[in-house]
């Protein structure tokens, strides 16, 4: 039997574990509506730019280093943030998704 478990995480939480920023890229679909989603990380140290995965990687590790994760698991995937929304005259386009799903099976 699998067991699947889900970690979901905010966005502040992953970028502190990686030590790195994620960086969006947005694009426009049609007149009102954008999509945003994770183009990379950005280290906090400096201005260099790591992978997804890498960031990732890093995310997972601490997790296990942690005991959130078993030691035994040695592979999982992950979602980023992504969507489209609307765009009204009004919107700020400060509504960022704010969640990052990790998941394993054990």
């Known amino acids: 039997m699998n067991i699947t478990t ?8 992953v970028e502190a574990i990686a030590g790195a920023k994620l960086v969006f890229a947005q ?3 049609e007149e009102n509506i ?3 989603c994770v183009e990379c990380f950005q280290e906090e140290e400096s201005e260099d730019r790591i992978s997804t995965e890498e960031a990732m990687e890093r995310v997972f ?12 698991v040695e592979e999982f995937s992950f979602e980023l943030p992504s969507c ?21 099976v054990s």
């Open 61 to 72: 590790a601490k997790l296990q280093e942690d005991g959130v994760i078993p030691a035994n």
């Open 84 to 104: 489209e929304r609307l765009k009204s005259k009004a919107d700020n386009m400060a509504d960022i998704p704010q969640k990052v799903i990790l998941s394993f």
């Open 34 to 36: 954008i999509e945003t």
């Open 27 to 29: 694009e426009q679909i």
């Open 6 to 13: 889900i970690i979901e995480l905010e966005n502040q939480e």
